[in-house]
């Protein structure tokens, strides 16, 4: 039987063992492309891989589970094993990660008073309730059980959130009474007050930086007991998020530099090795002085590109990591070709209004209710009413709403508001006759992942909808998670400068990846063959959305665009370089 020990050293059956990881998040790469970016980390010198596990996705509705394809973290698991890679496994509840809520499911905040990462018992039971039908999965992946994992995390930073000693002893004997026998650490920021509320008897601590190992090492050096040391997040890139000037890029010369300080000082995860992608709606957002939503990449300026190519990075860290380790020979298994597919014209085109009934059935209530109070995580929710007293609109305000908000009275655009501006009544000057409709509909831009904010991260209106001096009653709610677009009817009819449906065909004889050019193109959310492969905006930085090949089929493809401000052209292109900005 295989061990994994923490003394003097890491011990690997009982010799020194150097760990070299390399963070990859399986939900954020699909599946047909995990050995492909697998065998790159162990070409570049690695013989760890670490990954996150998104509560949000592996449990999308309390006690309903999902472990099927791109979620299928054994197969993940055990496809490092078969390369010869070890795997660090961070299950926490919570993952930051730039990840929609943090990872946290939104089902947790339908219901009022629920707190979040502390010794609340309904929350507890909640994360004990996940924790028993995963680490059903986990488990029998330890490598004094055959399997190749290492090192398993208690929560997550919870240094830089709070300081609840009870709630992290919950988390460590949770873990330990499921069967978890390899070494439990944990990852908190380089300050002594950081490391200090993450730690937790009987669990050891690693720290988290992007430069400095030697300062940053010295402060994780007081805690370990003359133990290894080890950066379990070595942010060697950033994130972007909307409105971003450019895509954030690191020095380079200055982080390979700092990682061959740190391997001669102790253990290195690249975070991130490889990024991959915020799929679907699950793009996270900060929130320090005002709301930052991430946008679709989640390139980071890694080792890989987002795409899984070999970058200038990629090489200088090879040569790094060789000094310490032999670095082998892998051949690539997966052929990946670019292709550039040309312009697509629009073959259909509807407008949202004239579909709403097939694709949401409407929930009638006389106040508004959030996203999460209606069972719905994602997307965008249409509140609807009619106006019967009034004629006249000179202000609105939307309580306790978030995060944008676009007003339509008769189906013709009042207003947009965003972020700030939700905070506030706002001027606006509309005259019509009575029985107006009034159409408001809220976008979830992404919850956020970080800091105190996450215990206030309900999307749509929670609250009121005031009109002049009024609070107005009576709303039928349209959610519009966009799950079910085989409802959507192109017959039906379309107008300009509204939110609408697109709909492109086209026709490939081999697959290959490409990247789809919103140039032209307002802000929305795109599918191909029925799969979301996120959101698009034109104020930038990111300019084009992955779309890989694995996606595609030979034959006839499908891409559906839901553009929401109007701003269209007719035609999209799919380029075979991407765009980050």
């Not at 020990?5 to 890491?10: H, L, M, R, S």
């Not at 107006?436 to 992404?446: K, P, Y």
């Amino acid at each position: 039987m295989r061990k994994f020990e923490i003394k003097e050293n890491f011990l690997l059956d009982g010799k020194e063992f150097h760990v070299i990881s390399g963070s990859m998040h399986y939900f954020r790469v699909v599946r047909g492309y995990w050995q492909d970016r697998l065998e790159k980390l162990k070409a570049l010198g690695c013989n760890t891989v670490e990954t996150y596990l998104p509560w949000n996705l592996h449990e999308p509705h309390k006690g309903v589970f999902n472990f099927e394809e791109m979620l299928d973290v054994v197969h993940f698991v055990k496809l490092a094993q078969k390369l010869e890679l070890y795997v660090i496994l961070r299950p926490s509840p919570y993952i930051c990660a730039e990840w929609d809520f943090g990872g946290l499911p939104a089902w947790l905040l339908a219901v009022d008073g629920m707190r979040f990462r502390v010794s609340y018992p309904p929350f507890m039971q909640h994360v004990k309730d996940y924790f028993e039908v995963l680490m059903k999965q986990l488990t029998p992946l330890q490598i004094n059980q055959g399997g190749p994992v290492i090192m398993m995390q208690v929560e997550n930073e919870y240094g830089s959130y709070a300081n609840d000693k009870k709630y992290l002893a919950y988390m460590r004997d949770l873990m330990l009474n499921l069967g978890v026998t390899v070494p439990l650490v944990t990852s908190d920021g380089p300050e002594y007050e950081l490391l200090d509320g993450g730690m937790i008897d009987g669990v050891y601590p690693t720290v988290n930086f992007g430069s400095n190992p030697a300062d940053n090492f010295s402060k994780l050096q007081k805690y370990t007991k003359n133990g290894p040391l080890m950066c379990m997040e070595y942010w060697i890139g950033w994130f972007d998020h909307w409105q971003n000037q450019q895509h954030m890029r690191a020095n380079l010369k200055q982080s390979t530099a700092d990682l061959g300080k740190m391997l001669a000082l102790g253990h290195v995860n690249l975070y991130m090795y490889h990024g991959g992608t915020n799929f679907g709606f699950m793009s996270g957002a900060n929130y320090f002085d005002s709301f930052k939503p991430q946008v679709t990449s989640y390139d980071y300026d890694a080792v890989l590109s987002e795409d899984g190519q070999i970058t200038k990075k990629y090489q200088h860290y090879q040569a790094v990591i060789g000094k310490y380790v032999d670095i082998p020979e892998v051949n690539f298994s997966t052929v990946i070709k670019q292709k550039a597919y040309g312009k697509l014209k629009v073959k259909n085109k509807v407008s949202l209004n004239a579909v709403l009934p097939l694709v949401s059935t409407p929930i009638v209530s006389a106040y508004p209710q959030s996203m999460e109070r209606l069972g719905q995580n994602h997307g965008y929710i249409m509140y609807r009413s009619t106006l019967e007293k009034q004629q006249h609109i000179k202000q609105i305000r939307l309580w306790e709403a978030q995060d944008r908000a676009q007003i339509f009275i008769n189906q013709k655009p009042l207003t947009t508001l965003f972020d700030l501006e939700l905070q506030a009544a706002k001027k606006v000057d509309a005259t019509f006759e009575l029985g107006a409709t009034i159409d408001i509909l809220v976008e979830n831009m992404g919850r956020v992942n970080y800091g105190i904010h996450i215990e206030r991260q309900r999307k749509g209106i929670d609250q009121q909808i005031q009109i002049n001096n009024l609070i107005h009653h009576h709303w039928q709610h349209y959610p519009l998670p966009l799950d079910n677009l085989e409802k959507l009817d192109f017959g039906r009819s379309y107008e300009l400068g509204v939110p609408a449906f697109y709909q492109f065909t086209f026709n490939v004889d081999e697959t290959g990846d490409t990247f789809l050019d919103f140039n032209g193109w307002g802000k929305g959310v795109a599918f191909i063959n029925g799969f979301n492969i996120g959101r698009f905006w034109d104020v930038g930085p990111q300019r084009r959305l992955y779309l890989p090949a694995p996606l595609l089929q030979v034959g006839e493809n499908e891409i559906i665009i839901f553009e929401t401000e109007g701003k269209v052209k007719d035609y999209i292109t799919l380029q075979a370089k991407p765009d980050l900005g």
